[in-house]
């Protein structure tokens, strides 16, 4: 059993490698792809919230902000995407003849797979320090970081002329190495690079949460105040775990676009952000693994409900949430971990298997015993 | 004659127009231990709050080691030396028993000193003495919050000793506690003044009767008067606050 449990992850990691393409089609390894790249910004969520107890709803800006990042790569270094200037096609609906500056260094690849991180990173650290400073906290925070959210949405939905505004950019056409990115090969590349990307983003979310860092950020999440008497600042510690989450949403969302082939507005808007809170609330919030569960499960669940009942969806994400805070709060992997399964055969009459006193009884010895006894006084 | 440890001057702490504390001044000595008490509302917490960087005075001085303490954050004040045990026993109930206590023994307090560097040996080791001193061994690997009353406040206090400060600040450090933990509360606090400064709060009269200590009493935010518990008891004043002005 414990060797099993060193193996699993493992396991899990070569299921993941050479089986599920091996049985899937593209179309639904495509959607797996992008499930583990979900994963990614739940582990982050989970970091933030689930650890250090800051209940972020605008991580969809550095979600959004990695996206943005690969595609402008992509768009930059594409033929076909390049209009009579030689800058994407676009910008010639709106009359810009120049790029806008903050696409220059896009057209560098190394660059580009720094910036999909490197920048969200930034972000989180100047929103982070500022807001963390002046000791906002709770439901504050939650609303501050849902109003950057709504500010970055607007701005990159209005502004036609830097990003292609509400139509987002289209990166399923562009190519790579000389090949379409929304090939079923390419594809199959960037599952393979999210598939390895997940676990080391969980073994950086581990670094964090493991060790004494991560018992001061508990610390912070149950008493904040009792920390600082002990003489920690909690500043520094919530603003390197607040860019740590914002860098690995930036490449989850990097991993995301280019494999659902389009980079929007629509990833910042609000019910976007919220949506990643609930996977970790769903998965289970204050473990590492919870969150993945969380991203999976609920995302293919997602996938399933709209193509059968395309409307359905949303109601049915509504009950799930439900169901889960009200019994099972502590998620799905807490339920497990905690023997919610055991406890569940028991409400059917299976009896969970322990050695105390009711099952005693049953046991052939002790059955044995009364009738020795009276066997004896015979 | 030595200089005070701790000394405040004249403070003054008013919320919205409502004096909590009014020209409050009080000195403390290298290695004292004092009670103070006070019927509620009196600003013995508020007294604390000040110290600690809680709450920001209207007027006065506060003074520790010759340097003013007004305007520093929580955490620096804390690091300067003055610890505080809060009314309620604050402990970091999602943490095993061991790891507040490391938490708070740590010498670096710093993120990246906790990412990086161990625990040094001799934090570990008076984390061992403590464990042991305050009976918590066998739950080192128990979480905090599964404690009992009692021990949750002895590890409030234990992890407070192992900030290793100048001065300890006990705000009712054995409320809820049995007689026998109450009367070892008192040798644990006996124990550290000398070595410390300490100031206890308390209700408890007997606690205070057992600590031996010079007793401050507070009302209305400032000093009514300070001697030993038995003069204490016997002035008028104090039984005057305490009980209410018979009226004739």
């Given at each position: 059993m414990k060797l099993f449990r060193r193996l699993l992850p493992w396991i899990l990691l070569a299921t993941a490698l050479f089986i599920l393409p091996a049985f899937l089609d593209d179309f639904r390894l495509n959607l797996f792809g992008r499930y583990f790249a979900l994963a990614i910004t739940a582990l982050a969520i989970d970091l933030i919230w689930g650890y250090t107890g800051l209940l972020s709803l605008g991580q969809g800006i550095f979600f959004a902000l990695g996206g943005y990042g690969v595609a402008m790569?992509?768009?930059?270094?594409?033929?076909?995407?390049?209009?009579?200037?030689?800058?994407?096609?676009?910008?010639?609906?709106?009359?810009?003849?120049?790029?806008?500056?903050?696409?220059?260094?896009?057209?560098?690849?190394?660059?580009?797979?720094?910036?999909?991180?490197?920048?969200?990173?930034?972000?989180?650290?100047?929103?982070?320090?500022?807001?963390?400073?002046?000791?906002?906290?709770?439901?504050y925070f939650s609303i501050i970081t849902q109003a950057a959210l709504m500010v970055f949405y607007h701005?990159?939905?209005?502004?036609?002329?830097?990003?292609?505004?509400?139509?987002?950019?289209?990166?399923?056409?562009?190519?790579?190495?000389?090949?379409?990115?929304?090939?079923?090969?390419?594809?199959?590349?960037?599952?393979?690079?999210?598939?390895?990307?997940?676990?080391?983003?969980?073994?950086?979310?581990?670094?964090?949460?493991?060790?004494?860092?991560?018992?001061?950020?508990?610390?912070?999440?149950?008493?904040?105040?009792?920390?600082?008497?002990?003489?920690?600042?909690?500043?520094?510690?919530?603003?390197?775990?607040?860019?740590?989450?914002?860098?690995?949403?930036?490449?989850?969302?990097?991993?995301?676009?280019?494999?659902?082939?389009?980079?929007?507005?629509?990833?910042?808007?609000?019910?976007?952000?919220?949506?990643?809170?609930?996977?970790?609330?769903?998965?289970?919030?204050?473990?590492?693994?919870?969150?993945?569960?969380?991203?999976?499960?609920?995302?293919?669940?997602?996938?399933?409900?709209?193509?059968?009942?395309?409307?359905?969806?949303?109601?049915?994400?509504?009950?799930?949430?439900?169901?889960?805070?009200?019994?099972?709060?502590?998620?799905?992997?807490?339920?497990?971990?905690?023997?919610?399964?055991?406890?569940?055969?028991?409400?059917?009459?299976?009896?969970p298997r322990t050695a105390t006193y009711p099952q005693l009884d049953l046991d052939e010895n002790v059955r044995a015993e009364p009738k020795s006894i009276a066997h004896g006084r015979d | 004659m030595t200089e005070p440890l701790l000394e405040l001057d004249d403070v003054s702490v008013s919320f919205d127009g409502f004096y909590a504390l009014t020209d409050l001044s009080i000195r403390l000595m290298p290695g004292e231990l004092r009670s103070i008490i006070g019927p509620n509302g009196a600003g013995k917490t508020t007294f604390l709050d000040v110290i600690t960087g809680k709450v920001r005075p209207s007027k006065g001085s506060v003074n520790f080691r010759g340097q003013s303490l007004l305007g520093l954050s929580e955490q620096k004040i804390s690091r300067k030396g003055i610890g505080r045990k809060f009314q309620t026993p604050r402990v970091f109930e999602n943490l095993d028993v061991i790891r507040n206590l490391e938490l708070a023994a740590s010498p670096h307090k710093n993120p990246f000193g906790l990412l990086y560097d161990k625990i040094p040996v001799a934090a570990k080791d008076d984390v061992q003495r403590l464990l042991n001193y305050i009976g918590l061994e066998p739950f080192a690997r128990t979480k905090a919050g599964k404690l009992s009353h009692g021990q949750k406040q002895w590890l409030a206090i234990a992890m407070l000793v192992a900030q290793s400060p100048q001065v300890l600040l006990l705000d009712e450090p054995v409320a809820g506690l049995?007689?026998?933990?109450?009367?070892?509360?008192?040798?644990?606090?006996?124990?550290?003044?000398?070595?410390?400064?300490?100031?206890?709060?308390?209700?408890?009269?007997?606690?205070?009767?057992?600590?031996?200590?010079?007793?401050?009493?507070?009302?209305?935010?400032?000093?009514?008067?300070?001697?030993?518990?038995?003069?204490?008891?016997?002035?008028?004043?104090?039984?005057?606050?305490?009980l209410g002005q018979a009226k004739d």
């Open positions: 790569n992509l768009m930059l270094n594409t033929k076909s995407e390049a209009g009579a200037k030689g800058i994407p096609k676009f910008f010639e609906n709106y009359g810009v003849e120049q790029l806008p500056f903050f696409w220059q260094p896009f057209w560098s690849a190394p660059l580009t797979l720094v910036a999909i991180w490197l920048v969200p990173a930034i972000i989180a650290g100047v929103v982070g320090y500022l807001i963390f400073r002046n000791r906002i906290k709770g439901v701005f990159f939905n209005g502004q036609q002329k830097l990003i292609n505004g509400t139509n987002g950019l289209k990166t399923s056409t562009t190519e790579l190495f000389g090949m379409l990115v929304g090939s079923p090969d390419m594809q199959l590349w960037f599952y393979r690079i999210t598939v390895l990307l997940l676990p080391i983003a969980f073994l950086i979310c581990r670094y964090f949460t493991s060790g004494r860092f991560g018992d001061a950020l508990i610390a912070i999440r149950d008493d904040e105040q009792r920390l600082r008497f002990t003489g920690y600042n909690p500043v520094p510690f919530k603003t390197i775990v607040f860019i740590v989450a914002g860098a690995l949403c930036g490449l989850s969302g990097a991993l995301y676009t280019i494999q659902s082939g389009i980079v929007s507005p629509q990833y910042m808007t609000i019910a976007m952000s919220i949506e990643m809170v609930i996977w970790v609330a769903v998965g289970g919030r204050g473990t590492l693994v919870g969150p993945i569960i969380g991203a999976v499960v609920v995302n293919y669940l997602r996938s399933l409900v709209s193509e059968a009942l395309p409307e359905m969806w949303l109601f049915v994400q509504g009950a799930l949430f439900i169901f889960v805070v009200v019994l099972m709060p502590d998620g799905i992997y807490g339920w497990f971990s905690k023997g919610g399964f055991a406890k569940l055969l028991a409400a059917f009459g299976v009896a | 049995t007689d026998e933990e109450t009367s070892r509360t008192a040798d644990l606090i006996k124990s550290l003044a000398g070595q410390h400064t300490v100031v206890v709060i308390e209700h408890d009269m007997e606690f205070i009767r057992d600590l031996n200590a010079p007793v401050t009493v507070l009302h209305q935010g400032s000093v009514l008067t300070e001697g030993r518990i038995e003069d204490v008891k016997n002035d008028p004043k104090v039984i005057e606050v305490y």
